[in-house]
């Protein structure tokens, strides 16, 4: 089985900087995609962003396109997600996971239904 385990989550201001790490117990081998997700109390689950392990292909939400980046090492089977211009909105638990099965459109890739493993989570909070 593989593991997933955030870190790098924390407290800042409003326009300030984290990054967030997802590492992989183990490398596996049949993964296509992984991506981030966040929940905020009392909200649903939502996409972040994902990236294709083959060709580094990348999906981002629009409320976080041009603020975060995601990221790989596959020399770790690491994946991150690059924090800027944080705003108090961003506050949530955010979640790695990974997924086995391929997907053919973008509403496929954000969803959390075809991701196999996740993570426990990290808190984001962002203070105004």
């Not at 596996?28 to 392990?53: D, L």
Request: net charge positive; hydrophobic share 40%.
């Amino acid at each position: 089985q593989v593991q997933l385990v955030e870190s790098g989550g924390g407290l800042v201001q409003a326009g300030g900087s984290l990054r967030l790490s997802c590492a992989a117990s183990r490398r596996t081998f049949s993964t296509y995609a992984m991506g981030w997700f966040r929940q905020a109390p009392g909200k649903e689950r939502a996409f972040v962003a994902a990236i294709r392990w083959g060709d580094s292909g990348t999906w981002y939400a629009d409320s976080v396109k041009g603020r975060f980046t995601i990221s790989r090492d596959n020399a770790n089977n690491t994946l991150y997600l690059q924090m800027n211009s944080l705003k108090p909105e961003d506050t949530a638990v955010y979640l790695c996971a990974a997924r086995e099965t391929f997907f053919h459109t973008a509403a496929q890739v954000m969803g959390s239904a075809g991701y196999n493993y996740w993570g426990q989570g990290t808190q984001v909070t962002v203070s105004s």
